[in-house]
C-alpha cells in the first residue's frame, strides 16, 4: 500500500488522480527526478515554492520527484511507473543502490 498517493495502483503502476489544472513553471521544469530528491515542493496560491529537503552538496543536482518515492515503493514499482508516465528509466542513486523501502509493503523483484 502506497501512503503518499492515495490513487496509486500498484497493480497497474498508475495513478488515478484528480486533475485540476494544469500549469508551467519554467525554471522547476528545469529540474530532474530522483527517487531520492533533495528539493521538495508546495504551493501558495497560483505560485510553487521549491525548498531544500535535506542538505544538498556543491556539485550535486538539484532533484525534485515526479513520484513515486524510494521509501514508498518498490525500486520495480517505481520504474515501472515512471517508464509509463514520463518514458525513462530511473537512473537515480536510489534506483541503482536499490536503497530499500521504509513505508508500506515491500516488494521484491
Ligand atoms: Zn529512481
Redesign the pocket.
Known sequence: MLVSDPTYDPTSGSARGYPVGNAIFPTLALLN????NNVTKYFVGSLVVAVAARDIDVGEEVTENYFPH?AYVS?AE??RW?QCHYNFE???????ADYPQIFGETNKE
Request: net charge positive; charged share 25%; glycine share 0%.
Open positions: 527526478h530522483s527517487c531520492d524510494y525500486r517505481r520504474r515512471l530511473c537512473a537515480c542513486q536510489a534506483c541503482v
